[in-house]
């Protein structure tokens, strides 16, 4: 598949995985993932599975979940990307009660596309600034 195409796969699966926070409805989302994919997110099992446990708990915790993506960059089977959400902080996240604020985290993916699906994904999120946000972790004066 040409670098455009594997673009257009990762837009559309973000576009999925933001919708899913408004259905519930994980298999949009997960039809653009190899069954057999290395997903790896921190403290989770490193593939399908792990996304599936994990995607929950935001979900339970966030509302009014908005999500954008910029700086796409294509080479070969690998697409990487910046995400930019935000959402109201209205459940409990990981022991954190539900705050009623507001918050707005990044991140940085990776994703590895052979036949048009996602087959590997990596990459890193500001976790310091989330728990910042929601009071679990003084911000710096």
């Known amino acids: 598949m040409s670098v455009e195409e594997n673009k257009a796969i990762v837009t559309r699966f973000n576009e999925a995985l933001s919708a899913y926070f408004q259905t519930g409805d994980m298999s949009p ?12 997110i921190p403290g989770m099992p490193p593939n399908v599975e792990g996304l599936a446990a994990a995607l929950p708990m935001f979900r339970s915790a966030l509302s009014n979940f908005q999500m954008s993506l910029s700086d796409m960059i294509g080479e070969g089977d690998l697409v990487a990307y910046r995400v930019r959400w935000t959402a109201v902080h209205s459940g409990d996240f990981m022991g954190i009660p539900g705050s009623g604020k507001t918050i707005a985290v990044t991140e940085s993916h990776f994703e590895r596309i052979t036949n048009g699906k996602i087959v590997e ?6 976790q310091l600034g989330l728990l910042q946000q929601l009071g679990a972790i003084p911000a710096p004066a």
């Open 121 to 126: 994904h990596g990459g890193d999120w500001d």
């Open 29 to 40: 989302m997960m039809s653009f993932i190899d069954p057999k994919g290395m997903i790896s």
